[in-house]
């Protein structure tokens, strides 16, 4: 079959490979339908998030059950499926707390309590390099899911692919965001970033009733976008001091929620590079300090951009002094999936409107580098095997 593989740092292209397997009796092949290009796949194309080995890449993806294992009664060959991006194995502690994304056996070589950089990890991640249980990935003709009768979703017959494919992580992503602030209704929330999750959290921060949404984005053609298809307040921190506009529109209290859907590879100067390498630091913490900057004291502040390192001067003296909340971590998407699902079906919310490129599986090179690049207005590329 063909698939995207990464063979080392800013070298991805598409290969034949050998055809996926049955490997256990909870497993399902699936024919790929659609799959997307993560924002977290360039952090293993730029090297950022380490990775040794040959990797089909891709944890956003859908398609139609092709096999099933022995053990598996709640999908059948025929059926169309959208997988959540973290495996979850549905029977460990974590997995019956609903917390999916600390699942104890799908990472069984880098599971563990710590969470260091390079091991002691949380459960494992389709696509996303050893240390996240190496499993190849859905930017493929086909792939195999484990733990089958767990995580996969049937789709209503009538959504189309586009419609449907952002279930496996960027909209869980958004939604994980603004549900672990617990908005009560007319709140202000601040989303840095107006990538893929930005614009989804900003879908999700007017389902759960925020009086006010306002996208920060260094880049005209995502604000364009975001305010386009969400209605949202727009800020360009190379036009405006982000803060001071922020606390304008808010009687100088600041946002009650700030999202962070950037994490560590912000744009960056010279000298934020220079400390980075003083400080054996990987990328940059700087959208994040935004954050702590800009929500009001007693606010909420929601990570859902990948952090991969420890910072120098992080600003624990803020946090303190404002009583700031903070929530972040991988999105239990099996929290909300049914939920989500169910918006969509019922025209609540539009997924496919971020999507700028499609583009058939054979030029994911292409789709990769305009991605990376921020050419040709790229914020959301879906791939067609």
Known sequence: ??????????????????????????????????????????????????????????????GIVEEVGAEITN??????????????????????????????NSNYKHYGP??????EKGAALFGYTDLYGGYSGGQAEYVRVPYADISPRIVPEHLTDEQALFLTDIFPTGWSAID?????????????????????AQKAAWLNGAGRVIAIDPLDYRLEKAK??????????????????????TRGRGADVCVDAVGFEPER?????????????????????????????????SIVGVYGSTYDNFPLHRIFDKGITIKQGQAPVLNYIDKLIELVNANKVVLD?????????????????????????CVKVVLKP
């Open 1 to 62: 079959m063909k698939a995207a593989v990464f063979h080392k740092p800013g070298h991805i292209s598409v290969d034949n490979v050998e055809d996926p397997k049955l490997l256990d009796a909870r497993d399902v092949i699936l024919k790929v339908t659609s799959t997307a290009i993560c924002g977290s796949d360039l952090h293993i194309l730029n090297g950022a998030v380490p990775q040794k080995n040959e990797l089909i890449m891709g944890h956003e993806f859908m």
């Open 353 to 377: 409107d971020i999507i700028t490129h499609s583009l058939p599986l054979s030029e994911a090179e292409h789709g990769y580098a305009i991605f990376d690049k921020k050419e040709d207005d």
């Open 228 to 249: 386009a298809v969400n209605n949202v307040d727009i800020l360009n921190p190379n036009k405006v001091d982000v803060i001071e506009a922020i606390r304008e529109m």
């Open 114 to 119: 710590n969470g260091d950089m390079l091991d």
């Open 75 to 104: 999908l059948k060959k025929g059926d169309r499926v959208v997988v959540p991006f973290p495996i979850s194995c549905g029977t460990c502690f974590f997995c019956t707390h609903e917390a999916s994304p600390a699942c104890e």
């Open 269 to 301: 100067g010279f000298f934020d590079k220079v400390k980075a390498s003083v400080n054996f630091e990987v990328g940059s913490m700087k959208v994040l300090d935004m954050c702590f900057k800009a929500v009001r004291r007693m606010g909420t502040v």
């Open 180 to 200: 672990w602030a617990q908005l009560k209704g007319g709140e202000v929330v601040a989303i840095f970033g107006s990538g893929p999750v930005g614009l989804m």
